[in-house]
């Protein structure tokens, strides 16, 4: 099968590559990035809000993964930069893949569609929050699955929409607590928690991201939480990482830490996916290893 993928350069995108190339599919990466693509793979600088571009490289292509969006905090500082690559990005996407008949895409969505909806809830596929409780990065999430969603019904383009979890793992382009907190901890200072560190979360391994999506490669109009079914409170990570690591932990009670997500359901995607998430402290470990060694080739 020949597929594209947005954004196949970044934190995720690189290792959705590498899973594809072994499930012996052809991968053409469209990224801005000038970073080397995994060998195999045939890359393409590109800008997804480039509609001419889009039309150009997505000929003769079966999917589209579609990971090429901005990131939480980016979102919160530039929302104008966030509309005009997340939702112009997206529809150019879709407009260019019905154009040229691609089969169908696979949209990178987010947790971020549950930003909003009361921490008390469980909630899975069927729920999503109301556009104005969601803050901005939660807002072209919701914004781009209603344009996927759209796009099957006037023109028939065959979707999975992947809400992603907090991510985490070792790299530089990794903007999770988990990372930052074995960084800081590497560097020898405190881990600093806001409040009293119990905003709850469902950190999920990149890994099993990439796992997830290549494995949702086979079926159509569905929605998969890839999410970890451990749902912990940010204090648990620091402690967990102080009694394995001795790194010192300190709590900042003059900041306000962000309220809790609700749990969200990946029952759907270990079931019809058989998508078995990386335990938590396992995840912790893999990604403590791989940073030191990041941190060690850097001195």
């Not at 781009?144 to 809400?163: A, D, P, S």
């Not at 099993?208 to 494995?215: F, L, M, R, T």
Request: aromatic letters at 10%.
């Amino acid at each position: 099968m020949r597929v594209a993928i947005t954004g196949g350069l970044g934190f995720i995108g690189s290792r959705i590559v590498e899973k594809l190339l072994k499930h012996g599919h052809s991968v053409l990466v469209i990224d801005i990035r000038k970073d080397k693509a995994p060998e195999g793979a045939e890359i393409h600088l590109a800008d997804v809000t480039s509609f001419d571009q889009m039309l150009q490289l997505l000929n003769n292509i079966d999917v589209v993964y579609h990971l090429a969006n901005t990131v939480l905090n980016v979102a919160r500082r530039q929302p104008h930069f966030a509309v005009k690559l997340d939702i112009l990005g997206t529809t150019n996407i879709l407009e260019a893949c019905v154009k040229n008949d691609v089969k169908k895409i696979i949209y990178a969505s987010s947790f971020y569609v549950y930003d909003g909806l009361l921490n008390n809830l469980k909630v899975d596929e069927n729920w999503r929050s109301d556009i104005f409780k969601t803050e901005m990065f939660g807002i072209t999430k919701l914004v781009c699955e209603r344009l996927v969603l759209e796009y099957n019904r006037l023109h028939g383009l065959k979707y999975v929409i992947l809400r992603y979890g907090p991510v985490y793992g070792s790299s530089d382009r990794c903007t999770s607590a988990i990372f930052e907190f074995i960084k800081t901890g590497l560097r020898g200072d405190p881990l600093v928690i806001w409040g009293s560190g119990e905003r709850k979360n469902q950190y999920t391994y990149v890994e099993d991201i990439a796992e997830g999506s290549v494995k949702a490669l086979p079926f159509e109009n569905e929605i998969f939480n890839l999410v970890s079914p451990e749902y912990v409170k940010i204090r648990q990570i620091a402690e967990f990482l102080s009694k394995k690591y001795g790194f010192k932990v300190e709590y900042d009670l003059s900041k306000q830490e962000g309220p809790s997500m609700p749990y969200i359901s990946p029952k759907k995607a270990m079931d019809k996916l058989q998508w078995n998430p990386t335990r938590l402290e396992e995840g912790i470990e893999k990604t403590a290893k791989l940073s030191s060694l990041l941190v060690s080739v850097k001195s």
